[in-house]
T-cell receptor, first 115, second 115 residues
Framework: GQSLEQPSEVTAVEGAIVQINCTYQTSGFYGLSWYQQHDGGAPTFLSYNALDGLEETGRFSSFLSRSDSYGYLLLQELQMKDSASYFCAADPYPHASGGSYIPTFGRGTSLIVHP | GAVVSQHPSRVICKSGTSVKIECRSLDFQATTMFWYRQFPKQSLMLMATSNEGSKATYEQGVEKDKFLINHASLTLSTLTVTSAHPEDSSFYIC???????????FGPGTRLTVL
């Protein structure tokens, strides 16, 4: 089985940088994904790490350390519209199989951005 | 990115009626579709995983006779909530994953309210 831990809430001000951590305990871990969800909306994919290191996509970056069972999402130049819930999700099996491997989601981190 | 649609977006029904929710992948073939439910301020709870042409795999505690899932084609999966009760009121979200993409793409969700 898998379990993921992430903070329940993070607050920051506009223009700041914020890091949302995610630690996982899994069997057969393969990769870590991050999703953003605004109130009343569905999750949208942000990034994915299968290898150790940093993946950068615009203002958002995601990091993975497999040896530490740890990853984080880094949001730079925060904007009010970044206020949302952020979920990390762990994949248990390699993607290439095309099988119905089942990702596990963390409980989500509510990010509140203040003016 | 890939597009997944969900219909209806919102439904209000009387207790005892059945409700069908459709999930479609619009620009890719979804070999696997996932159905989640989400209560306010909580994480996504996986209900079942469905592969095209085969029976859905339900998570522990999810009644398969109450939540009927059909994945009849590579672009369509349906979830039918049978004999809905007020406690079934929730946000139901589908996601789809194709043969090639490593990413889950989420539908916009369906908010079900059972009176």
């Amino acid at each position: 089985g898998q379990s993921l831990e992430q903070p329940s809430e993070v607050t920051a001000v506009e223009g700041a940088i914020v890091q949302i951590n995610c630690t996982y305990q899994t069997s057969g871990f393969y990769g870590l994904s991050w999703y953003q969800q605004h109130d009343g909306g569905a999750p949208t994919f942000l990034s994915y790490n299968a290898l150790d290191g940093l993946e950068e996509t615009g203002r958002f970056s995601s990091f993975l350390s497999r040896s530490d069972s740890y990853g984080y999402l880094l949001l730079q130049e925060l904007q009010m519209k970044d206020s949302a819930s952020y979920f990390c999700a762990a994949d248990p099996y390699p993607h290439a199989s095309g099988g119905s491997y089942i990702p596990t989601f963390g409980r989500g981190t509510s990010l509140i951005v203040h003016p | 990115g890939a597009v997944v649609s969900q219909h209806p977006s919102r439904v209000i029904c009387k207790s005892g009626t059945s409700v069908k929710i459709e999930c479609r992948s619009l620009d890719f073939q979804a070999t696997t579709m996932f159905w989640y439910r989400q209560f306010p301020k909580q994480s996504l709870m996986l209900m079942a995983t469905s592969n095209e042409g085969s029976k859905a795999t339900y998570e522990q505690g999810v009644e398969k006779d109450k939540f009927l899932i059909n994945h009849a084609s590579l672009t369509l999966s349906t979830l039918t909530v049978t004999s809905a009760h007020p406690e079934d009121s929730s946000f139901y979200i589908c996601s789809a994953r194709g043969r090639i993409t490593d990413t889950q793409y989420f539908g916009p969700g369906t908010r079900l309210t059972v009176l």
